[in-house]
């Protein structure tokens, strides 16, 4: 008598393809996922495209919180406990697909496959990562640091692969609300960017590996020139480092 060998979990199929709680969607630009307030009984995993997760003050006030790219979940809120309320709005920045997961069924595959699992922890681990530096960014760095680290996070430096430096289209207006200044503030940013050769936008945005230069060294010159000699850079470095320390260890 043979015994049946259940067959090996496919992970890249599980994330591909609707099945049993799972579905493809499809959204244009500024559609919406789920929208603030809405139940959160299901979990996106973004297969293509970008999109951004805003709130909305009590005043009406919108704010947009962090920006999402392929290979991301949305929406994980709604596996941490009882089914509640959304606390954010999800948008389509760009034209995106994704799977969407009902809440009983990622709960399921999280508890029996290993690598839904720890293929959820590693984005989770990672979205904690980055709000942390998103929140130190907030407290030491200027809006000008700000905005900068934000294009670079967009055009997805510090990949493994090329990155992909025209981003989608983002308005001055989102930007502001992304680094908590005005949009007067990041039109001159922009402005002295491209004048600097750290960027080129005409519609959309080019973003230059030099743009690293604003945020590792803080590589714009009193005289606006961005540069600065090698010497003066380091030294520059060091002390800027010396100085995140001090103030992290005030805290």
Request: net charge positive; charged share 25%; glycine share 6%.
């Amino acid at each position: 008598m043979t015994t049946r060998i259940a067959d090996a979990f496919d992970l890249a199929s599980f994330l591909a393809n609707a099945g049993l709680g799972r579905k493809i969607v499809q959204l244009k630009p500024s559609e919406n996922f789920f929208a603030q307030g809405g139940p959160a009984d299901f979990i996106l995993y973004l297969r293509t495209g970008r999109a951004k997760l805003t709130v909305v003050s009590k005043t009406g006030k919108e704010a947009t919180i962090t920006l999402l790219a392929s290979g991301d979940f949305i929406g994980e809120e709604s596996i941490a406990g009882p089914v509640g309320l959304r606390m954010a709005t999800a948008t389509a920045i760009t034209a995106c697909t994704a799977l969407k997961i009902e809440r009983e069924e990622m709960i399921r595959v999280m508890n029996e496959e290993h690598e839904v699992s720890a293929l959820f922890l590693k984005f989770l681990l990672a979205r904690s990562m980055r709000i942390q530096a998103d929140l130190v960014d907030q407290l030491f760095n200027s809006s000008e640091k700000r905005l900068a680290r934000i294009l670079l996070l967009m055009a997805e430096f510090g990949k493994a692969e090329d990155p992909e430096t025209l981003i989608p289209k983002i308005t001055q207006e989102t930007l502001a609300e992304m680094i908590g200044t005005t949009r007067s503030r990041v039109s001159f940013f922009m402005n002295r960017f491209r004048k600097l050769g750290f960027i080129e936008y005409n519609g959309r945005i080019k973003v230059h590996k030099s743009l690293l230069n604003v945020v590792l060294h803080d590589q714009i010159a009193e005289d606006g020139s961005g540069r600065v000699p090698d010497v003066e850079r380091s030294q520059a470095a060091l002390s800027a480092v010396g100085k995140k320390r001090a103030q992290l260890k005030s805290l």
